[in-house]
Each structure stands twice: as structure tokens, then as C-alpha cells.
DNA sequence: CAGCGTCTCAAACGTCTGTTTTAAACATAC
DNA sequence: GTATGTTTAAAACAGACGTTTGAGACGCTG
């Protein structure tokens, strides 16, 4: 094999998978993000792997469940990452080397994205893709395991958040994290309006082109004024 | 009935459905934004409508053409909104009664989206989750009706938008632009990260504090000095 | 009352779905 | 070399799916 890293910090970064169900997790990853969870047959998944319908039931419980690893795979390196990024910034700024403010924050959810959609051995940008779709969709089973395992993760990000932006609200914090984080997605993803309209100019599947676009325009509207009562500044 | 204002201008509004045809959409545009096209069967739909299975493949053709009706219904008096908005504001400004800014234009499709989802009799925020999902979802079908009978749309709100920020070039204005409209559409459809992780805060529903809190973000993210190269100011 | 569209209804169509079952191939350890 | 647990293979399962059918009910207009 060719995964793992000499010192593995703890963490089993990876459940083993036998090369049957890799190319049952890829294939399926590939085509949960074209098709979507229920567009997908496992026929048409198995087709495409080379491996035999009974595969994905022997190594995978169910197609729910398969659709829950195929997320967990990529989303948990992920996640651990943007943790480590906040963790690195909040020792790094104590220690006076790195400065603790807003584009500092959304860097550290930035660049975790950005590593991940340049590594095509990591699925590239269909995992960002993937969350754009469970973010609009609504899968039950995995809304209960991201908030369970990773509620935190969101926490420790609002938090930072509200420390570089010290006028704000807990609710106008709230809300900038979560615009932030959605139009982030949705970039990465290439959600186009204006593509869905025939109008792309945009094309860019570049990730650097897109962080150059979006982290302005976050950075601006996390440190927009808010707006008062009703229109009346 | 109830609708149909007294002066329908030019365009016949509705296509005068039948009270079954009628209770078919209604049943079909809450089951496809709550389960997706796919997880939707047309036996559901005809069972929460109260009639016939075969009903829907009488006064639609089939499944797919059932969507676009669904989708059309709410898309179109509301693109025409946007449209008459601009317009309206175009033609106020060279009176000289209205500022031509990037507040004025955002406006022109936020009121009509905050003008749908506070009418019930319209379905409500039901329509802008189900654009979220046409967003992120792509319905081949659909896509070639927007770019063919809209994308003139996208056009006239590139032009307005590029007056506007006249600092920016074209490339930059279609990703204003692209942004803009992704973060409010996902705003208004409540697709909230924080929520996904069970971490709401953010629980408006109330879609005047959606606008109070998006339309400062918007603004703001627009108007952001663009960056350059790499990095280097 | 006859004639004729419009519409509803129950039943059936063939196909595809996720899942299970059975048997066979395989590797590794005794 | 045989035993043992793991992985694959092909076929079959019951059920749900979108769609079609053909007969009948309804409300018109003549």
C-alpha cells in the first residue's frame, strides 16, 4: 500500500480498507456526488468497480451505511485538519508569531479545502462537492454523527471568530460563520447561478483562482458593519 | 378562484391548472424540496394530494415534466419580479429619483425573493429550497430552459452590477456576482452548517432577519477590494 | 336524450431496486 | 494437506418504481 505516514499521531487515520472496497468507496464517491444518494444503484456502482453486486453488503453493512464511509473518509481528515489550523494559529499568536485576526480564522478552514481539492489521491474537489450536496439534502443518520463527533468543531470556530471580531453579536457571529463557511462551499463546489443560466464566465475549476475570489469577498462581508432596526442607519 | 390580478400584462400568468392538477403541485413541490426529486414517488405525491395515481401522468406527462411544473410555477412570476425590479430601477435612476449603487441592485432580487417566502399562497420558502437544491442537484432539463428563456436575466444583472463596482473586471464581476446570489439563495433556504452540526444559534426562520443579516454580508463581500496575484498587497 | 370531450379510477405492465442466499475460490495456519 | 476464516461469484428474493391501459363517471352542448 501507499497511505499511512511513518508516525501516525494516535488516531487510526484509516479503518483498513480491503482493495475491493476502495474501489467500491471510489466509485460510489464519484457517483453520490454526479447522481446523488438516490440516483445511485449499487448495480451501477459495483459496474463501475469491477467488483460483484454482494460486495458492497459484505464489506458495507447497507447502502446507507456506504454512503456514511464514503463521507467519513474524507470528512474526518478534513475536519481533524481544520482543528489542527485553529489550534496552530491560537499557540502560534500566543507565542506573538502570527496575527489573530478575521482572514487568519477563515484561513484555517480555507486552506484544509484548498489542500484537499489539489490532492487528486484524496478525491480532489468531490468531496467538497459531497458536502455541498449533504448540506442541502438532509441525511438523518449523518446530521446525528456530525453533531455528536464534530459539534465541537463548529464551537471552537465561533468562538474564534467572535475574539476577531469583538462589536459583534453571539447571534451576528453565528451568522457570519455561517455564510462564511456556505458560500465558501458552494465556491469550492462550483454551485454556478450563473452557470445553471448558461452564463459562466466564471469556469474556473482552478481551487487557487477560487480562494483568490472568495476569500476577499468573505473576509469583507465578515467585517461588514451590521445593519440596525430596519434600514435606518 | 383567487388570483390574477385585474391587468395581466401581456403574459398569461398561470396555465390555468385543474383543481386536481392544482393539488398535485402543491403536494409534489413539498415532498421534492423536503426528499429530492429521486426519493419522491408519484405514489406518495398522488396519496398526500388525495387523488388518483394516474392523475399526475394525465395532466403532467411524466415524473420529470411534473418537476419542471412545479419548479416553473414559482420560477417564473418571480424572475419576472427581478426583471421588472431592475428595470424600475434603471429607469428611476436616469429620472434621477433613485441612486444606481450596489445596494440598489442587490435589492432588485433580494425583494423578491423576501416578497415569496413571506406569501403563503405562493408556497412560501418552499421555492428557494427547492432552487437551492436545482443549484447543487443538476436537472439537465431544467438547465437548458434557464440558459434558453433566462439567461438574459443573468446577463442584464452582470451589466447592472458591473456599473455599479466600475473598479472591477468582467471576470471579477460574474464572481460577485456567482457569490451573491449563492450565499443569499442558501440563506434564505436555511442550509445552515451550524445547524448540520447542531450548533443553530441561527434558528430565523423570519425571512426579514435573514435579509437584516445576509444583505450587510453581501454588500460588503461585493464592494471588497479584489486581491492580488498572490498573497502580496 | 344523445353525443362528446374531460377527467377519474382500479388494475396491471415490465423494469429496477436493495438485500439475501447459496456455493465456490482463496489465502493462511496447523 | 487439510482445516479455517475470509472474500468473491451468480442467482434469486420480494417489493417499489414510473408508466400504461381500458372502462366508467361526470358535466357539458346540441
Chains 1, 2 share one sequence.
Not at 21 to 44: K, P
Not at 88 to 115: K, Q
Not at 204 to 221: E, M, N, Q, S
Request: net charge positive; proline share 5%.
Amino acid at each position: 500500500m501507499k497511505t499511512s505516514s511513518p508516525s501516525d499521531a494516535g488516531m487510526p487515520a484509516e479503518p483498513k480498507y480491503s482493495e475491493t472496497a476502495l474501489r467500491i468507496l471510489e466509485a460510489a464517491e464519484r457517483l453520490f456526488v454526479e447522481l446523488g444518494l438516490e440516483a445511485t444503484s449499487l448495480r451501477l456502482i459495483t459496474q463501475q468497480a469491477g467488483v460483484n453486486l454482494a460486495a458492497v453488503n459484505y464489506h458495507f453493512r447497507s447502502k446507507d451505511a456506504l454512503f456514511e464511509a464514503v463521507f467519513a473518509r474524507r470528512f474526518e481528515p478534513w475536519a481533524r485538519e481544520c482543528l489542527r489550523e485553529l489550534e496552530r494559529l491560537e499557540a502560534r499568536s500566543s507565542a506573538g508569531t502570527a496575527r489573530f485576526d478575521a482572514e487568519a480564522v477563515v484561513m484555517c478552514y480555507v486552506r484544509p479545502a484548498l489542500a484537499l481539492s489539489k490532492d487528486p489521491s484524496r478525491g480532489g474537489a468531490l468531496f467538497v462537492r459531497l458536502f455541498s450536496r449533504v448540506l442541502v439534502e438532509n441525511h438523518r443518520a449523518l446530521r446525528e454523527t456530525l453533531s455528536r463527533d464534530w459539534g465541537h468543531l463548529v464551537t471552537r470556530y465561533t468562538e474564534a471568530l467572535g475574539r476577531v471580531l469583538p462589536g459583534l453579536s453571539a447571534e451576528e457571529i453565528a451568522w457570519r460563520l455561517h455564510l462564511g463557511f456556505s458560500v465558501m462551499f458552494h465556491a469550492f463546489a462550483g454551485n454556478d447561478i450563473l452557470k445553471l443560466f448558461g452564463r459562466s464566465a466564471v469556469s474556473a475549476r482552478d481551487p487557487d483562482l477560487i480562494v483568490k475570489h472568495v476569500v476577499p469577498f468573505v473576509l469583507a462581508g465578515m467585517g461588514a458593519a451590521p445593519r440596525f432596526g430596519d434600514g435606518t442607519p
